[in-house]
């Protein structure tokens, strides 16, 4: 039987923060913050994306608070403010994804997601098209 891959991933700018440890469960297993996003019920990339959309200290409130939902790790009680900081800095960097102010705005030009649907894409390139032809008549 031929190997066949499969992406799992959706936005690959969120792998190094979702595949980032947050500590291990009582049963000795490594937990990402994938698994611990799974183990919540929470959609992982949703999660990661409305992270990195965030200003700073909304996202550091709105991670706290996963993890202090999460009981499977007891690492966590003791030190999940390093570990907020310690996986925040996986995140994309703002121009990636730009950052939120605390008034919901967001600084700069927002560019589209990745993924976009392909029928923008076609529609840019057939203006593209069609401009330089008017420019030429």
């Known amino acids: ?15 190094r923060f979702l595949g980032a440890a947050v500590g291990e469960d009582r049963h000795g297993t490594n937990v990402t913050v994938l698994s611990m ?19 700073d200290v909304p996202a550091r409130k709105r991670l706290q608070a996963l993890l202090s939902r999460f009981k499977d ?11 907020v900081a310690r996986l925040l800095a ?22 589209p997601r990745l993924g976009a649907p392909i029928h923008w894409i076609i529609a840019t390139v057939l203006l593209l098209v069609w401009l330089a032809v008017m420019a030429q008549g």
């Open 90 to 111: 996986f995140l994309p960097e703002a121009s990636a994804s730009p950052r939120r102010a605390p008034d919901g705005t967001t600084a700069g030009l927002a560019l």
């Open 37 to 55: 996003f799974a183990r919540l019920g929470i959609d992982p990339w949703d999660e990661a994306s409305d992270l990195a959309g965030m200003a």
């Open 73 to 83: 790790v007891p690492a966590l009680v003791a030190n999940s403010g390093e570990v």
């Open 1 to 15: 039987m031929a190997n066949s891959t499969t992406q799992l991933t959706r936005d690959p700018a969120f792998d």
